[in-house]
């Protein structure tokens, strides 16, 4: 269902919704006026009632994919905690700016907020928090190679770091402004394309599918 603000809306009830987030809109306000229009605002404005802060989880600006939202206090509390018992089950796809040679396996780097280069992250071995993602080459298309992404962690731009980083995959993710040769908000091909959790009332297992759009 496509909604008037032109959010894709794949699933809502009284206490939860899920999009489909295009690249490019941001998923909570940012910093300055410029910056307000979001996923969060758009839901609070399309759902009377919804609570001040829907937003239980975050995809990057440039991210596109599944995002879920609560439209209740309880709603959000239950889902909150399962993103951070990491109970939910989630899923990428990205085009990588090269051809990778193996098969898949997992990434592990330590990494942390660069303070003078915002929001840059940096690997660091020793103050840096860990990051785990485990990865599956999918197919290579003109030089690019389809990879599936699974995080066991949600840190800020881990997989775009663990793209990138030599001790990665040793390539950016196309399009990526930060860490590889994007240009512009819209560009990168990163796509959160599975959500799996309980839902926050009736504890009934949700999955949701969204195909990249890549």
């Known amino acids: 269902m496509i909604i008037p603000d032109g959010l ?5 009830d009284d206490v939860l919704v899920v999009v489909d987030k295009p690249s490019g809109l941001l998923s909570v306000p940012g910093k300055g006026e410029a910056n307000q229009d ?3 605002a758009r839901v609070k404005a399309r759902y009377p009632g ?6 239980v989880h975050r995809l990057d600006q ?6 879920a939202l609560a439209l209740t206090a309880e709603a959000h509390r239950d889902l909150s905690g399962q993103f951070m018992d990491r109970l939910v089950g989630k899923r990428y796809i990205a085009l990588i700016d090269g051809v990778l ?15 003078d280069n915002r929001p840059y992250q940096v690997f660091d071995p020793v103050n840096g928090k860990r990051g785990v993602t485990r990865w599956r080459r999918l197919a290579v298309e003109n030089g ?3 990879v599936e992404f699974m995080p066991h962690t949600g840190r800020t731009h881990q997989l775009r770091l663990h793209a990138a980083h030599e001790k990665g995959l040793g390539f950016p993710i196309v399009g990526d ?10 560009q990168l091909k990163l796509h959160a394309s599975l959500l799996r959790f309980r839902h926050p009332v009736s504890r009934v297992p949700l999955e949701f599918v969204s195909a990249a759009p890549f």
């Not at 894709?8 to 809502?12: L, T, W």
């Not at 402004?177 to 819209?186: E, K, S």
């Open 8 to 12: 894709n809306v794949v699933y809502e």
């Open 38 to 40: 979001c996923v969060a």
């Open 50 to 55: 919804c609570i001040d802060q829907p937003s």
């Open 62 to 67: 440039d991210t596109s994919g599944l995002l």
């Open 101 to 115: 040679e193996g098969q898949g396996g997992t990434i592990e780097l330590k990494f942390r907020l660069d303070p």
């Open 144 to 146: 690019r190679t389809r």
């Open 177 to 186: 402004r930060l860490y590889g040769t994007g240009t512009g908000p819209g």
